[in-house]
């Protein structure tokens, strides 16, 4: 496959949303958890302390981040470079989604609906998808994008991980970019570590069990060839 490059883009959020933000990480604090505690918590069950607080103020960055995706669309629509777009966020894919040229899919789309804005893009008749973790994360090849952008992620490291390789598939002739939007509050900027921390680690065993599956069917391989019973 073609390289695959990560990066992240940070984005000036505005007063109100930083203000509020600061009041529900002020108040994860006040029952006693620290915001990485909070954040392993809801990575680990999508519950726990602090995570009413977690989603809201998420859903309050989510929104925030929105003017920035929107100038990065622009700038690929200028570039008539086709854009894929995740969220965790329905209300942000639903944005995106009724731009001119482009489309959507979400969790409540049926099977023909979602390969109808597949074939869509991969035919070129769409400048960009946007698209619901959840709801893209499997099933579906986007090959013809080369760059995807996460606005935010999913709890799930996996999810995020199956997501942002719809691209990254055979059929790619080029490299691959994804970018996170990252807002400039400590909620958004802890979460997106974390995530990032988990993702890796589940790459790292992924890459680990790979190598130890090549070396035994190697082993197997080699047994045959001498003449040794496996």
């Known amino acids: ?15 109100k949303t930083q203000a509020l933000c600061d009041v529900l990480l002020s108040e994860i604090e006040s029952n006693g958890v620290e915001l990485d505690e909070a954040v ?14 977690l989603s809201a103020a998420r859903s309050a960055l989510a929104t925030a981040k ?11 629509e200028e570039a008539e470079e086709p854009l894929i777009v995740f969220s965790a966020h329905r209300a942000a894919i639903n944005t995106l989604g009724a731009r001119e040229g482009w489309a959507r899919i979400s969790g409540s789309d049926s099977a023909e609906k979602r390969g109808k804005v597949v074939d869509q893009f991969q035919n070129g008749e769409l400048k ?7 709801a893209g994360a499997e099933g579906i090849t986007l090959t013809r994008g080369r760059t ?3 606005l935010d992620r999913a709890w799930t490291p996996g999810i995020n991980q199956q997501a942002a ?14 970018i996170d939007l990252v807002a400039d509050h400590r909620i958004d900027e802890r979460v997106h570590e974390l995530l990032a921390a988990k993702s890796q680690l589940i790459e790292a065993v992924i890459e680990q069990a790979s190598v130890k599956m090549g070396e035994a069917g190697s082993a197997v391989a080699s047994s045959v060839a001498s003449g040794v019973e496996v």
């Open 1 to 15: 496959l073609p390289s695959l490059r990560e990066r992240v883009r940070f984005v000036e959020t505005d007063k």
């Open 40 to 53: 392993d918590l809801a990575i680990e069950s999508r519950n726990g302390v602090g995570f009413e607080e």
């Open 66 to 76: 929105m003017p920035a995706l929107l100038e990065l669309a622009n700038e690929y």
């Open 128 to 134: 960009g998808v946007a698209i619901t973790i959840a």
């Open 148 to 150: 995807v952008v996460f």
């Open 165 to 178: 390789k719809r691209a990254h598939r055979i059929g790619q002739t080029r490299p691959v970019e994804i």
